[in-house]
């Protein structure tokens, strides 16, 4: 079973930047997607990306601020978020697939979450 940990949530101003990791036990399945969930909302994508070739899928809502990179020596992809906003405060998590998604219920594994939020 593919076991995954996010790492390097916590709080920030609007405007400022923060990284994301996610480190993968094994890599087991073919793509990591990141998705947030506010309170109240739904599971949101954000972007997914495959191990092999690099290949990536973006939700629109955040492309050009996002960037999604991966280390396949650490089994990491990282999330890059820029110009960050307070509607960016949610809990983050990333999952594990065969497929680059936009459904959450299409991944296999999941991380516990890192919090992350944006204010002044």
């Known amino acids: 079973q593919e076991r995954l940990v996010e790492t390097g949530g916590g709080s920030v101003r609007p405007g400022e930047s923060m990284t994301l990791s996610c480190t993968a036990s094994?890599?087991?399945?073919?793509?990591i997607g990141w998705f947030r969930q506010a309170p109240g909302k739904e599971r949101e994508f954000l972007v997914a990306?495959?191990?092999?070739?690099?290949?990536?899928l973006y939700e629109s809502s955040v492309e050009g601020r996002f960037v999604i990179s991966k280390d396949n020596a650490k089994n990491t992809v990282y999330l890059q978020m820029n110009n960050l906003r307070p509607e960016d405060t949610a809990a983050y998590y990333c999952?594990?697939?065969?497929?680059?998604?936009?459904?959450?219920?299409?991944?296999?594994?999941w991380g516990q979450g890192t919090q992350v939020t944006v204010s002044s």
């Open positions: 094994e890599r087991a399945t073919d793509a």
């Open positions: 999952a594990a697939g065969n497929y680059m998604r936009r459904r959450a219920e299409e991944y296999d594994y």
């Open positions: 990306i495959r191990w092999i070739g690099g290949r990536t």
